[in-house]
């Protein structure tokens, strides 16, 4: 059996770490004010009669053609993929590389919730590393309500404790939720709007949670309440909606 499988039968407790996040540029000469005398040289255009350079036409449009969609999907997956496998640094340099191809709002509001949820998510991974960083071996620790863990070893790939009587180890994009969450919670405020925007960021897309229906659930709450505080935007609940 894989090491999620030796969790306690509890799983919800692994989870539930309950969070009580004028135009510029010179006027015209007009030829009625030059001097009687003066007059305009051979070959030289009347000012008057001279067309200013077209501006180049900008390149929103309002809806993508079929073929764009899929290419622009395919670049959302990719970023997603890259913040769900915690490789955050990869995912800011395809969302840089994405914004050269944003042809319509809905593009670049899309591209503004995945960097804002790829900031989150990279706070709440330094969180959780510094505070594996800290543990000393046999520190005990709540996740949930009341299960106890106890710290073994850890490092910015791996964590290993010891729950009742068995010592398993998980890579870090394999966490359960709720174990990471209480890790994390070491340094975070479990409570404060901006941290359960980072709690929620983490979770919408980490392996071990974007297929648990309760994960999901509490994820969107934490984000709710961020956004009623002020914390986050509004439309960074659409992270959670099922065409993101």
């Known amino acids: 059996p894989n090491a999620a499988d030796q969790l306690p039968s509890d799983a919800a407790d692994l989870w539930s770490a309950d969070p009580d996040g004028v135009p510029a540029g010179p006027m015209p000469a007009q030829q009625a004010n030059l001097p009687q005398e003066m007059e305009t040289p051979a ?13 180049s036409q900008s390149t929103i449009v309002a809806e993508l053609t079929e073929g764009e969609q899929a290419a622009w ?29 944003v042809r319509t709002p809905a593009q670049s509001q899309q591209l503004e919730q ?7 998510a990279q706070e709440f991974h330094a969180a959780m590393t510094e505070a594996i960083q800290g543990l000393s071996p046999a520190e005990v620790f709540t996740v949930g309500t009341s299960t106890q863990a106890s710290f073994v070893e850890g490092n910015s790939q791996s964590l290993s404790v010891r729950i ?31 941290d359960m925007a980072r709690r929620a960021a983490f979770a919408v897309l980490h392996p071990g949670a974007i297929r648990n229906e309760l994960a ?15 914390a986050v935007s509004q439309d960074m609940l659409l992270i959670f909606s099922d065409d993101f």
Request: glycine residues 6%.
């Open 73 to 101: 999907q395919a670049k959302r997956s990719k970023i997603k993929l890259s913040i769900g496998n915690q490789e955050y640094a990869t995912a800011a340099e395809q969302i840089q590389a994405a914004r050269a191809d």
């Open 43 to 55: 070959g030289v255009p009347d000012a008057q009669a001279v067309t200013p350079e077209p501006e």
């Open 114 to 120: 995945l960097s804002k949820l790829r900031e989150l």
């Open 164 to 194: 009742r009587g068995q010592n398993q180890t998980f890579p870090l994009t394999e966490l359960p939720i709720g174990l990471a969450f209480a890790v994390a919670d070491l340094k975070l405020d479990s409570v404060h709007p901006s």
């Open 216 to 230: 999901q659930s509490k994820a969107r709450q934490m984000m709710a309440d961020a956004v009623a505080a002020g």
